[in-house]
């Protein structure tokens, strides 16, 4: 499956980005999502994922009650809404793809990648 992430940008703190990542390629809706982010001089990091469905969702502590995934499986895409953003969450964010969800949400559990939209937010 092919992924192609878009919506970053330059915020202020305390706004707030849409990003989004569209699927193509494969059945969507077999795929668990996820978000990752990578800031510079830092490794990359969990964010959130979604279940096939959407039904199930996980978000990593930091983005908890700030950001929220979600996904629209008609438009083969999936979402983060991110509130409330901080300094902090300078970085590139990945949408990936794995065939199954799983609240242990780790990069090796992804078979595909997007390429990533950088988001920057200033103080």
């Known amino acids: 499956v092919q992924l192609q992430a878009s919506g970053g940008g330059l915020v202020q703190a305390g706004g707030s980005l849409r990003l989004s990542c569209a699927a193509s390629?494969?059945?969507?809706?077999?795929?668990?999502m996820g978000w990752f982010r990578q800031a510079p001089g830092k490794e990359r990091e969990s964010v959130a994922a979604?279940?096939?469905?959407?039904?199930?969702?996980y978000y990593a502590d930091s983005v908890k009650g700030r950001f929220t995934i979600s996904r629209d499986n008609a438009k083969n895409t999936v979402y983060l809404q991110m509130n409330s953003l901080v300094p902090g969450d300078t970085a590139v964010y990945y949408c990936?793809?794995?065939?199954?969800?799983?609240?242990?949400?780790?990069?090796?559990?992804?078979?595909?990648w997007g390429q990533g939209t950088l988001v920057t937010v200033s103080s």
């Open positions: 990936a793809a794995r065939p199954y969800y799983s609240s242990r949400n780790y990069e090796a559990s992804y078979d595909y």
């Open positions: 390629g494969r059945t969507f809706s077999n795929y668990a």
């Open positions: 979604i279940s096939r469905s959407g039904i199930t969702t």
